[in-house]
C-alpha cells in the first residue's frame, strides 16, 4: 500500500508541472552656387536627422517619417539604445543643433563604440567649390553659410580626437555623394568564414559613407509614404536575417538594385579618405534575429520537457497499474491459499469423523 500511495503521489505531483503617386518633389533645389550577446560588438550611438519644415526651402513629405522609422527600426532590432540614439526633426534640426550633436556624438565615442549618423533633408552643390551641403531648417535658399558643408562633416568625423571604432554617415539628400572618397571593400555573405571575418573587419576602425545619390538630385517620396531609398534601407533592414551584417552588404544585397533602376538614382557606398579609415565595418547586430532565435529555443526546450513531463506521468501511470495488477494477484493467491486451507481443513474433519464411525457401531457376542 506504501508504494501504490508513492506512486499516487508521483502521478499527481508530474501533472501539475507548468508548461513551460505623383512626380516625386525632389529633395533639392538647383541653385548656382546623413544576451547580452553571444559576441559583444561594442556599443551603438546614432545623431538622426529628419527635415519637412523649411523657412525658405520647399517642404519635404517623407524626410521626418523616414527619420523616425530609421530611429525605430535600429532601437527596436539591432540594439540601439534610444537613450544613445539622439533624434531631430524639422525645426529641432537647426544649423547649431547639428554641429553640436555632431560635435558632442564625435567626442563622447570611446574606441570600442561604433556612430550611425543619418539624415534626411535637402542638399544642396555648391558650384563654387564643388562641396555638397545638408540643409538646415531654418537655411537661407541661396547662402551656403547658413547650410552644414559635407567638408566640414568628414573633417569632423576623421579628426583623430574622434575614438569611434566604427562611424557611418547615411545621407539622403540630393548631391549626397560629394561627401564619398573611395571605393567599398565588399566581403561575401557566402564566404564559410564570413562572420569570422566580420569579427576581424568590426575590431578595425572604419569611416564610411551610404549616399541615397551621387551628385544629383533624389526623390522624395515614391515608396509608402517613404523616399524610395529610406524605404528600400528600412526594409532591408526589417527583413534582415542574419545575426550580423555590414552595413556594406546590406546596402548592395537588398538596397542598390531598386533604387537603381526604379529611382533612376546612383546610391553609393564608399569611404572617408583618412588615417583613421583602416577598412573596418560598421557591423549590426540582429538583436531581435537573436531574441526570436533564443524565444524558438526556449519553445523548443519548454516542447521537451512536455514531452519528457508526459513521459513521467505515462510511466508512473504504468508502474501504478503494475503495482494494482501485482496486488490483485497477492489477494488472489492469499484467497486462494485461504481456500485450499479450508478444504484441507473440511478434508481433516472427513477423516477424523470417519475414523470414529467404527467405534460408535454395537459390539456383537458368538455364542
Not at 533624389?218 to 542574419?242: I, M, Q, W
Not at 495488477?325 to 478444504?343: F, N
Request: hydrophobic share 40%; charged share 25%; glycine share 6%.
Amino acid at each position: 500500500m506504501k508504494n501504490l500511495f508513492a506512486s499516487l503521489l508521483l502521478v499527481a505531483s508530474i501533472a501539475i508541472i507548468p508548461g513551460s503617386n505623383a512626380q516625386a518633389t525632389q529633395r533639392g533645389v538647383s541653385i548656382a552656387l546623413n544576451p547580452s550577446v553571444a559576441k559583444s560588438w561594442g556599443a551603438y550611438y546614432a545623431l538622426i536627422i529628419g527635415i519637412n519644415k523649411y523657412t525658405e526651402w520647399p517642404a519635404l513629405k517623407t524626410a521626418v517619417k523616414d527619420a523616425t522609422v530609421i530611429r525605430d527600426t535600429l532601437v527596436s532590432r539591432y540594439g540601439f539604445d534610444k537613450q544613445n540614439v539622439i533624434l531631430r526633426v524639422d525645426a529641432e534640426a537647426s544649423r547649431l543643433q547639428i554641429i553640436e550633436d555632431l560635435r558632442y556624438l564625435a567626442l563622447s565615442m570611446g574606441e570600442h563604440d561604433n556612430l550611425l549618423v543619418y539624415y534626411a533633408g535637402h542638399g544642396q552643390l555648391d558650384d563654387l567649390t564643388g562641396d555638397g551641403y545638408w540643409v538646415p531648417a531654418e537655411g537661407r535658399l541661396k547662402q551656403s553659410g547658413t547650410w552644414v558643408a559635407n567638408s566640414y562633416i568628414k573633417a569632423v568625423l576623421s579628426s583623430e580626437k574622434v575614438k569611434a571604432k566604427n562611424v557611418v554617415v547615411i545621407a539622403d539628400s540630393c548631391y549626397s555623394g560629394t561627401m564619398l572618397r573611395g571605393g567599398p571593400s565588399l566581403m561575401s555573405l557566402k564566404d564559410q568564414r564570413y562572420r569570422e571575418k566580420l569579427v576581424e573587419k568590426a575590431a578595425l576602425r572604419s569611416r564610411q559613407v551610404i549616399s541615397s545619390g551621387g551628385v544629383e538630385p533624389v526623390a522624395d517620396g515614391g515608396a509608402e509614404g517613404h523616399s524610395l531609398f529610406a524605404y528600400y534601407l528600412t526594409d532591408a533592414l526589417r527583413k534582415n536575417d542574419r545575426e550580423v551584417i555590414d552595413l556594406e552588404n546590406l546596402f548592395h544585397t537588398r538596397v542598390w538594385k531598386p533604387v537603381t533602376e526604379i529611382g533612376n538614382q546612383r546610391p553609393n557606398v564608399g569611404r572617408l579618405k583618412t588615417p583613421m579609415d583602416q577598412d573596418g565595418q560598421f557591423v549590426l547586430y540582429n538583436a531581435a534575429w537573436v531574441d526570436e532565435k533564443t524565444r524558438k529555443q526556449i519553445a523548443m526546450e519548454a516542447k521537451k520537457q512536455k514531452k519528457a513531463q508526459l513521459a513521467a506521468v505515462a510511466s508512473a501511470e504504468l508502474e501504478l497499474q503494475q503495482q494494482r495488477i501485482a496486488m490483485e494477484k497477492e489477494k488472489l493467491a492469499y484467497e486462494r491459499k485461504q481456500l485450499d486451507e479450508r478444504k484441507a481443513l473440511e478434508m481433516e474433519k472427513l477423516k477424523i469423523e470417519q475414523q470414529k464411525q467404527p467405534l460408535n457401531m454395537p459390539s456383537s457376542k458368538t455364542r
